[in-house]
């Protein structure tokens, strides 16, 4: 017979690795030259292809989301290599079976017991985390009403006194801060650094998703949440000044992917400042000052951008043939 035969004609040469050792030194190799290619920080490799969190919240979840990984990738390996293991180990070993392990009680209480202890681990930690992200303070420093439509986003600073920085709960005399996008203008959300946010999410028409990457974070925007039985409100903080994009992440018709807005994170100082001018009259145009105008105002270099630097109006002519980035 051809297997016998060839299992007879190759004796083991002296000195010759085992086929798992030479494995492991291959798949060793490749992820090496793979983590080398990226060219990635060690901190990048870790995120696993997430971006960096600029709130508390997002470094809890990619914290999460690190370590579960690792403990994936150690359990793949260990799957793995009992899986290579009976394979190129024993696959000359003749006609005969080899040594049967069922009934064994043993074995049979361990692979029962670590996949229900890893199940119990990723549990604790799925609901530790999510509690955290979830949690909310009865009285957050900012609340935006963040209203969505097909197919642009409304910003809505409520309780503000003319000439005040100060946010109070909504009173009859009240200015309302409202930013509102068009086809031709990226909304910005402008937001302080360090202090407590909560938003408020509604939609006007279909339902969207409130989705800004770097807070790790997104929320389904519902027409009438209160009616849809839905948690429309979160809370973040967030820790680093800069611009952000943000989208509809929930398929909501033509224009769907048009739908951007930008995160603008300032200090609180300049928030403070923004809020100020958005409540006063621009002596320019007689009327309120615009998110643009009050942030050329202000004069703080990139931070004071008034239009979005993330992303830019889409082309909303269907009839075009080139796309626009
Ligand atoms: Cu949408």
Known sequence: MLRRSRAVGTPKAAGKRSPVARLGKVAGLVSLIALGATGCSTDEVLRFGWPEGITPQANRMREFWTWS??????IGVITWALILWPVVAHRKRGETLPKQFQYNHFLEWI???IPVVIV???????????????AETDNPDVTVDVLAFQWNWEFDYVGYRNGGAEQKPAAPGDTTVRTIGS???????VLPTGRTIEYKLHSRDVIHSFFVPEFLFKRDVFPRPEKNDQDSTFQNRIDKQGSFVGRCAELCGTYHSAMNFEVRAISPD???????????TNPDTGKGYTAAEALTKMNCGDLCSPTAVTTKPFNTDRTARTATK
């Open 270 to 280: 300049l928030f403070d400042q923004y809020l100020k001018l958005r409540t006063q």
């Open 183 to 189: 086809s031709a203008e990226i909304p910005l959300l």
């Open 120 to 134: 119990v681990v990723l549990f604790y930690f799925t609901a530790t985390t999510q509690n955290y992200v979830q």
């Open 111 to 113: 692979y029962t017991g």
């Open 69 to 74: 990984v690792v403990a994936a990738l150690i």
